[in-house]
């Protein structure tokens, strides 16, 4: 039996809502091997991050290679890449060792408000990460601090994914979350547009929405699917695991990691 297998290169989250476990959790859901690359621990719940310490560069790439040498990666996916040290060492890693497909979350602000990417890690991630990514998936803000544009529209969002896509990646993913109306994610790949829609879930529990929709992209990449196939079962399986969440904590609950599993 073939054993697909995914890299996570992440933060990790105590409160278990986001991050490399939030990864971990998308990954078994939906039949994958998950592997993980720790770029940082941080103190959070679902209210606030309340302490980050970042692991050095080299553990970040001694963990790459390690990985990489012995069990390998059908897709990789990043999270919380914090400082440009770390995105750099990441990058390395990649281009030494890995040839498989990457999904770039650019996590820059925790869903509590707090910051995840330094300022001046911006530039380090938009020039050597992103065009190493087969897909990166940036929320509205993200999608506006990548393209350098305000989002108030659909049309906007159509704006800044070419913005984004002539940074290098293949294909971007801006996702609709933030705009109001039914959530649209609009996937660009350089040709045209694919336009994904669901419902919206009226919900509070969304703490780690974007990580997991980022490793469920890498989940069926890394079983095969095409890219556009990818996304659709991702907006699935993201949308159906907010109308199962349920509250843990006193802010902003996780998903339902595990909802197709009874």
Same mark, same amino acid.
């Given at each position: 039996?073939?054993?697909?297998?995914?890299?996570?290169?992440?933060?990790?989250?105590?409160?278990?809502?986001?991050?490399?476990?939030?990864?971990?959790?998308?990954?078994?859901?939906?039949?994958?091997?998950?592997?993980?690359?720790?770029?940082?621990?941080?103190?959070?719940?679902?209210?606030?991050?309340?302490?980050?310490?970042?692991?050095?560069?080299?553990?970040?790439?001694?963990?790459?290679?390690?990985?990489?040498?012995?069990?390998?990666?059908?897709?990789?996916?990043?999270?919380?890449?914090?400082?440009?040290?770390?995105?750099?060492?990441?990058?390395?890693?990649?281009?030494?060792?890995?040839?498989?497909?990457?999904?770039?979350?650019?996590?820059?602000? *925790?869903?509590?408000?707090?910051?995840?990417?330094?300022? /001046? $890690? #911006?530039? +380090?991630?938009? &020039?050597?990460?992103?065009?190493?990514?087969?897909?990166?998936?940036?929320?509205?803000?993200?999608?506006?601090?990548?393209?350098?544009?305000?989002?108030?529209?659909?049309?906007?969002?159509?704006?800044?994914?070419?913005?984004?896509?002539?940074?290098?990646?293949?294909?971007?993913?801006?996702?609709?979350?933030?705009?109001?109306?039914?959530?649209?994610?609009?996937?660009?790949?350089?040709?045209?547009?694919?336009?994904?829609?669901?419902?919206?879930?009226?919900?509070?529990?969304?703490?780690?929405?974007?990580?997991?929709?980022?490793?469920?992209?890498? *989940?069926?990449?890394?079983?095969?699917?095409?890219?556009? /196939? $990818? #996304?659709? +079962?991702?907006? &699935?399986?993201?949308?159906?695991?907010?109308?199962?969440?349920?509250?843990?904590?006193?802010?902003?609950?996780?998903?339902?990691?595990?909802?197709?599993?009874?």
């Amino acid at each position: 039996m073939r054993i697909y297998k995914a890299m996570t290169i992440a933060g990790s989250d105590s409160g278990g809502g986001a991050g490399i476990q939030a990864d971990l959790k998308t990954f078994a859901a939906n039949g994958v091997y998950g592997t993980t690359v720790l770029t940082a621990i941080t103190a959070q719940n679902t209210k606030a991050v309340t302490a980050v310490q970042e692991v050095s560069p080299e553990v970040v790439l001694a963990q790459m290679e390690a990985v990489f040498i012995d069990i390998g990666a059908d897709a990789v996916k990043t999270g919380m890449l914090s400082s440009s040290e770390i995105i750099e060492a990441v990058v390395e890693g990649l281009k030494r060792f890995s040839s498989a497909p990457l999904v770039v979350d650019p996590v820059m602000v *925790a869903k509590s408000g707090d910051r995840l990417l330094r300022e /001046d $890690a #911006v530039k +380090s991630l938009r &020039e050597n990460l992103l065009p190493l990514a087969a897909v990166v998936t940036p929320n509205v803000p993200e999608a506006e601090a990548l393209a350098e544009m305000r989002i108030e529209s659909a049309e906007d969002a159509r704006r800044a994914a070419v913005r984004i896509q002539e940074q290098g990646p293949r294909a971007v993913v801006v996702k609709g979350g933030h705009l109001p109306g039914d959530a649209v994610d609009r996937l660009y790949d350089g040709e045209g547009f694919r336009e994904f829609t669901s419902a919206r879930v009226e919900t509070e529990n969304t703490h780690g929405t974007g990580c997991t929709f980022a490793s469920a992209i890498a *989940a069926g990449l890394a079983k095969g699917m095409g890219l556009g /196939d $990818a #996304v659709a +079962s991702a907006k &699935e399986y993201v949308t159906e695991g907010l109308r199962h969440s349920y509250g843990i904590g006193g802010g902003h609950g996780p998903l339902n990691h595990f909802w197709g599993m009874g």
